[in-house]
């Protein structure tokens, strides 16, 4: 499973349509100051389905949406949408067949959030779900960002193991179990 690519518009910083194309296995952003690489982060996580503002640099949901600059009215909403190379069936249930897999989520500012799975609207669960047990994910281990090293260390025990049980795949069962239970 690799990133192809990520098409941002009207997110953060990104007003205007942007695909960020991945070519290769290995990819890096670079910039001054305050240019937007860490929105294209935020940006990632947010599509997976992230549902907390203070995780994403804001205050509010909509605080994603580009909220104006000198001379750019603000918008109605963001989409995000990122496509990921699936050739080697990991991104797996009813969705491990298909070799491309794109995931989108959009947010308008009255706070209505869609999620679209190869472009058909789908519930955010479908998204987690679609993550469990990758190492992929909001908060997975797969986004190291300023300030997480210092956090695992200093983590509690049960933080840590959350990091263990997906990187060892169970968490995808354990929350079978949560959600059967809860039935
Ligand atoms: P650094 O190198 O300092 O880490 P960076 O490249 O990571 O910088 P970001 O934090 O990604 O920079 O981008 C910050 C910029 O994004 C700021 O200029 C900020 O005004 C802009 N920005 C954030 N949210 C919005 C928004 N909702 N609308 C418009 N601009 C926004
Ligand atoms: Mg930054």
């Known amino acids: 499973m690799r990133l192809k ?8 910083s ?8 991945f070519k290769s296995n290995m990819s890096a952003i670079v910039g001054p100051n305050g240019c937007g690489k860490s929105n294209v982060i935020d940006a990632v996580r947010w599509v997976m389905g992230e549902s907390s503002a203070k995780y994403l640099r ?9 909220n104006g600059s000198r001379g750019r009215k603000p918008v109605g909403q963001a989409s995000i949408e990122l496509v990921f190379d699936n050739t080697a ?3 797996g249930g009813a969705y491990a067949q298909y070799a491309e897999i794109a995931v989108k ?5 009255e706070g209505q959030s869609n999620y679209f799975l190869n472009g058909t609207k789908c519930r955010r669960r479908d998204i987690t779900d679609l993550f469990l047990g990758t ?5 997975s281990y797969a986004i190291i960002e300023q300030g997480m090293i210092a956090r695992l260390i200093e983590a509690k025990p049960e933080e840590l193991r959350v990091y263990l049980e997906e990187a060892a795949g169970i968490s995808k069962y354990k929350e079978r179990r949560r959600e059967t239970e809860n039935r």
């Open 105 to 109: 989520r959009q947010v308008t500012r």
């Open 14 to 21: 990104f007003v205007d349509p942007t695909t960020v194309p």
């Open 135 to 139: 190492g992929l994910g909001p908060r």
């Open 58 to 66: 804001g205050e509010s949901m909509t605080d994603v949406i580009f």
């Open 5 to 12: 690519s990520i098409k941002l518009a009207g997110f953060k």
């Open 89 to 91: 069936g990991k991104l």
